[in-house]
């Protein structure tokens, strides 16, 4: 993996990206809904899944184990409108039981993703009561 994306940025956690564009405005955080369009391939090229048509993106609610922790973590790099590679250890994919046929057991997996869109989660009302008013003397 190093070899082949030398210039990949790696995280804390191992995985790799590249940001081929840059998007705009604020990150994608935990709780966000976001459409993307994507390709997943295997380290030899081969594509095991996409979605590339910008009339029916894949849409989910990121942080809540909807998608692979490689996506989760990945697409917390990104703003509208970004496009990035992400290459993911199996750990943060399929890891040892993978998703056969299609994915064999701890294999590294590499996404080009664009975040079309993001929608920041509305935060949750406030359970606290409103402040009282202070009398005028």
Same mark, same amino acid.
């Given at each position: ?21 840059? !998007?705009?405005?604020?990150? *994608?955080?935990? !709780? ?7 390709? !997943? %391939?295997? +380290? ?6 996409? *979605? ?12 809540? +184990? ?23 250890? %199996?750990? +943060? ?34 359970? +606290?009561?409103?402040? *009282? ?5």
């Amino acid at each position: 993996v190093e070899k082949q994306w030398p210039q990949a940025k790696k995280t804390s956690t191992g995985l790799r990206y590249i940001m081929l564009q840059e !998007g705009e405005g604020d990150n *994608a955080r935990p !709780g966000d809904m976001v459409n993307v369009l994507y390709r !997943g %391939s295997l +380290l030899n090229g081969k594509v095991f899944d996409e *979605a590339q048509d910008p009339a029916h993106p894949f849409t989910f609610r990121l942080g809540r +184990l909807m998608v692979i922790q490689g996506w989760d973590q990945g697409l917390q790099l990104m703003k509208k409108g970004a496009k990035m590679l992400l290459i993911v250890p %199996s750990e +943060l994919g399929y890891g040892s039981r993978g998703n056969l046929p299609e994915i064999p057991r701890d294999t590294t997996l590499v996404f080009e993703i664009e975040l079309l869109d993001l929608k920041h989660e509305a935060p949750l009302p406030s359970m +606290l009561p409103p402040p *009282a008013e202070k009398k005028k003397n």
